[in-house]
């Protein structure tokens, strides 16, 4: 990226900082409006964006879909991907904005907000592209039929299904919008991306290059247009709810996401919340396997929609090669793990990040509440860049597996709860059980057994949850790697959102198929 | 297929007649039951199927799927392949099976109900079967992390959803399910087959087959359940909303494909009504596409999802080479024409068939009531093979284009409506408007102008509807060739039960992905 890059994109950060945000290509704006406030500095940024009514959007998208529909798929994909190029050069611009909105860790913030989210988009247009070619567009049908050959010409159009509306996030604004944006984009259709109220800088640049590319091809850049609201006045629901709105990607908590996958008519891609499982069986090295899962659970303070939330811990403890680590052993290694983690000044404030969501520290102190051995309270520390940072380390606190209501949802943050199951057996069933009621997005397993890791890997796949096994080192269950880890396939409750299925691009479009003799 | 081969399903056929139907594999029958009428003979078929609770069925088919997801896919793959060359032998039985509950001609029972159907089934085994391969079983990741390379072995698994349940429909009892029976069952889903009391032979066939080839693998014949009910006591709403039962595929009137597509967490694939439009604009040779259209109104009397019922015709006529044809000679040509095939005794009884429900009595004695001219009334005639066969030959009556609420909803039987459009442009907004409010699943142009043809294309293509264009000759708008004419694929409210379409097979199983580091 060149040695000032860094140093540039945090320069072209705080330029647009306090100011009308005036790069996209939207015109004659009915307002101006921005409520984001960022959680290193618990201030506001001061951004305005355009704003417009519902009304004004759909028009606009309708006058472009027409024209983006014919436009050929070729080229549709060139243009982009030329966006992707453009998006390269504000990586670091982007990681600022993210960090600043959603209190990201500047390492996450550059590679989930900037590469990761363009790899994504990349393999978006490339999946779309993939399936608008799967069907020739036009052949010739010759029917023997004794005495002569009736011959027929076909042709098959992929045909858009119109407006899509791609609805953001406040803890992954690009990361999770792009491959919506851009499967609806690459398969015909025009955009509305709504972005989160508390999170819209890093979408707006995506959205701003992408306008510009197309005024550069002649093209209205209404065909993807950014659609900011505010918290006292979300236009979410209007425009969800808004006949001419055909397809619907959504990440978010489950209610509003139920809510959208009801409604009639709708093509509806949701990201969803899970309830995320650690089964704990055996393990070569049971300290590799704790600083493992201390990471997990510390990274973003808890924040990503892969983190894990319940550990099944066999009452009678985990087999290890040095004999049974027993169920409060694990717990004193994992709290004293957390603790150091925590301490480090060279980790602690890079992995934690800050808290997004002021309610997040509300329910990190209800935990406290929770039926149960409280191995480890929440707290706060300095971070040293960021005086005035909202920060929350993690709660650690022990449940009886019989209290099954205690953790059978999602509790959002740096919450870890250590169920005390009778036996692996029971943790098998209690983290798919889970995962077929509430949903689930990742799983990890420690298991040194074979026919327990299969168990585990038949279980919790009919439960449609990937499953980490046995990870220390670099490697997270948190994480997810572009192209090869399968995110929210739509087998279980947590959603449908997989870019990786072909189905996330082909219900973007409709196949119609026409046909008429050759003339004789 | 051999010289004896009709006479010999003929009397097999007739061997079944007044019988328990004892092929199925399905042990212990809780009792016999069985409603079929022939409509040729309007009596009683007097064939028994046994019957299973509600329970018994999903108990069955949930162990049966645990045994059957485990099969190797190719293995699946290859047992349905064989349980479609023991059907063969069986396509003149089931075409008599056809004719005797559907009404449908021999021809068309044959045709559609045998080697149609199997085609179906085998592109849909085909598709499964590609889809299933469209990701590695297993891969190495390896990522240079600057000091030691990070390696993660990867492995991808294609889970079926679980118990699926196909609903067949009273006139293509073959046709429109085998798709959704093979479709999830080469995914790995175990399948009970709910067939319309009034036409279960024809698929009991299909079945008992299937049955047969998984017991010779040592199989349980459960993988593929047959579930009769009778119209006193039926069963589908208790099997559709049994919390097991993850997928649905049905074939029938709207309303309750409806009320299915609202079920929460079910994939549900539909193929419901529609209202099929044919746009006269010009022609060629008006007395050929009269000739051609007058056959798509008779055939299988009108009782196909993909048959004409409104035809939209402006005021001011339509242009041929030798001058205009007013709307008036058009309705008369065509009155005569529908007579001409109907007294021909070579043609009409066989186009026609019989009809399957009494009620399309009923609609089209109604039909003569609707506010416009009536061209032709219904008549019946006698079928001289069999003189008790239900009859009903097409009304056709003449419409203002004002009166929208009269031809805004499918009139299921022999029923033919002249439209008086005010022009092409309105004919054409009409047939789109309809197609996207109501459904459509055919629809036929005739013009002889390009600019027109490529806007009826392309407005009915954002309707997802199918146009064939000037058709003569021996194919027919109601006709679909298996594997390139693209049937309901799902971008109106027709349905979306398009076996061609990838997400027809995708959807019947999840991709779930797992990983672990290489060890050391």
């Known amino acids: 990226y060149g040695e000032t890059a ?5 320069a072209s950060f705080k330029a647009l900082v306090g100011k009308k945000f005036e790069e996209l290509a939207q015109q004659s704006p009915e307002g101006w409006a921005g409520q984001e406030e960022s959680p290193y500095l618990q201030d506001a940024l001061k951004i305005a964006y355009p704003t417009f009514s519902t009304s004004t959007l759909i028009d606009r998208a309708n006058q472009a879909f027409h024209q983006w529909r014919k436009v050929d798929a070729a080229e549709r994909a060139g243009i982009l991907v030329e966006s992707l190029e453009r998006i390269k050069f504000r990586f670091f611009e982007i990681a600022y904005a993210t960090m600043h909105t959603t209190g990201q860790g500047y390492m996450m913030a550059f590679q989930a907000s900037g590469p990761h989210a363009a790899d994504r988009a990349l393999e978006a247009i490339a999946a779309g592209h993939e399936e608008l070619q799967r069907f020739p567009a036009k052949a010739l049908w010759d029917k023997p039929m004794g005495k002569y050959n009736l011959q027929i010409n076909k042709e098959w159009r992929a045909v858009p299904k119109g407006i899509s509306l791609v609805i953001g996030c406040s803890t992954f604004p690009t990361w999770n919008s792009v491959t919506g944006i851009y499967g609806s984009l690459v398969t ?73 996958e009801g409604l ?25 396997a704790v600083a493992n899962l201390t990471f997990s659970v510390n990274l ?27 169920f409060d052993e694990f717990a004193q290694k994992f709290v004293d793990s957390v603790n150091g983690l925590v301490d480090n000044p060279k980790a602690g404030p890079f992995v934690l990040g800050a808290v997004q969501n002021k309610k997040t520290l509300d329910r990190v102190a209800d935990a406290e509440n929770l039926p149960g051995k409280v191995w480890l309270k929440s707290r706060t520390f300095e971070n040293p860049m960021f ?41 098998i069933a209690l983290a798919q059980k889970m995962a077929m009621a509430h949903g689930a ?80």
Chains 1, 2 share one sequence.
């Open 6 to 10: 860094d140093a540039d994109g945090q």
């Open 188 to 260: 015909g259709n025009s955009v509305i991306v709504k972005p989160h109220p508390g999170a819209i800088l890093p979408i707006a640049i995506f959205v701003a290059e992408i306008q510009k590319v197309l005024v550069e091809n002649n093209l209205d850049p209404n065909i993807c247009q950014l659609a900011v609201d505010t918290f006292d006045k979300m236009i979410t629901k209007e425009l969800a709810e808004h006949k001419e709105v055909k397809l619907i990607d959504y990440t978010g908590n489950s209610a509003f996401g139920n809510y959208l």
């Open 264 to 288: 009639q008519g709708k093509t509806v891609f949701t990201e969803k919340t899970g309830v995320n499982s650690v089964i704990l069986d055996s393990a070569e090295d049971i300290d590799k």
């Open 300 to 326: 973003y303070s808890g924040q990503m929609c892969t983190a894990p939330q319940n550990f099944y811990v066999p009452k009678d403890g985990i087999k290890t090669p040095n004999g049974v680590v027993s």
């Open 387 to 427: 005086k005035k940072a909202r920060i929350a380390t993690p709660v650690v606190v022990e449940i009886d597996a019989s209290k099954e209501d205690v953790f059978s949802k999602e509790l959002f943050g740096p919450i870890a709860l250590l169920i005390k199951t009778k036996d692996t057996d029971e943790s």
């Open 441 to 520: 997005i990742s799983c990890a397993a420690y298991t040194t057994d074979a026919n327990v890791r299969e168990k585990i890997a038949d279980e919790m796949s009919l439960a449609a949850t990937p499953v980490s096994f046995n990870l220390t080192g670099g490697i997270y269950m948190n994480q997810n790697a572009a192209f090869s880890d399968f995110h929210v396939t739509g087998g279980n409750p947590s959603g449908n959102a997989s870019f990786t299925n072909p189905e996330y691009v082909t219900k973007r479009f409709t196949w119609v198929g026409h046909r008429e003799p050759v003339k004789a």
